[in-house]
């Protein structure tokens, strides 16, 4: 079930503003992924995890099997972002994948509207808790998930991903009464 569009309403004074992407003033609408936007979907992620993106066959099997747990941000020409959540077979705990907010849109409160939008519709499905994995040094992304809510379950976890590849697991309870829980 993919989400209706949103217009993003600007986060200043005026609400009835669309959010501007950038100079080109080109509005962000919120909306699930198609098949169509794979190729963006890859260059996102691409620009945002130079060191690790997905391989496209992983970004194909992701929408085929998950592709109502991918949200991006799109400005009518390209996306500027995604985010990928994976619920768990019981109902009771969400992943979140992969956050990414293009280098030029960040700052702007996209990964936190994104985020948002996530627990909005775990909380209506009535998952427990949501997991996710950061690199320690990310402090920015860090920090956004503190916002939100998640706290670091232990501290790092070395070689998490694999060789080098220490991670932070943060989780945050959603609800006591959600499935499975």
């Known amino acids: 079930m993919a989400v209706p569009e949103e217009r993003f309403p600007f986060s200043g004074r005026h609400a009835d503003q669309a959010f501007l992407a950038d100079s080109g ?3 962000l609408t919120m909306r699930g992924v198609t098949d169509a936007d794979l190729p963006e979907l890859l260059r996102v992620d691409r620009e ?18 998950h592709g109502d747990r991918v949200l991006v941000l799109d400005d009518g020409t390209c996306l500027h972002g995604y985010v990928l959540f994976v619920t768990t077979s ?11 907010v293009s280098a ?5 409160g996209l990964g936190k509207r994104l985020m948002l939008e996530v627990l909005r519709q775990l909380r209506r499905e009535r998952v427990g808790e949501v997991r996710l994995t950061v690199e320690p040094t990310n402090a920015a992304a860090i920090m956004l998930y503190r916002t939100l809510g998640f706290a670091p379950e232990g501290g790092v976890h070395r070689n998490y991903l694999g060789p080098g590849e220490d991670r932070l697991i943060m989780v945050l309870g959603l609800s006591k009464g959600a499935a499975g829980g």
């Open 104 to 108: 030029d849109q960040r700052g702007r």
């Open 25 to 27: 003033d080109r509005p």
């Open 48 to 65: 945002v995890f130079p060191d690790d993106p997905y391989p496209y066959f992983v970004l194909r099997q992701h929408l085929d099997v």
């Open 90 to 100: 019981d109902g009771y705990a969400c992943w979140v994948l992969s956050l990414a």
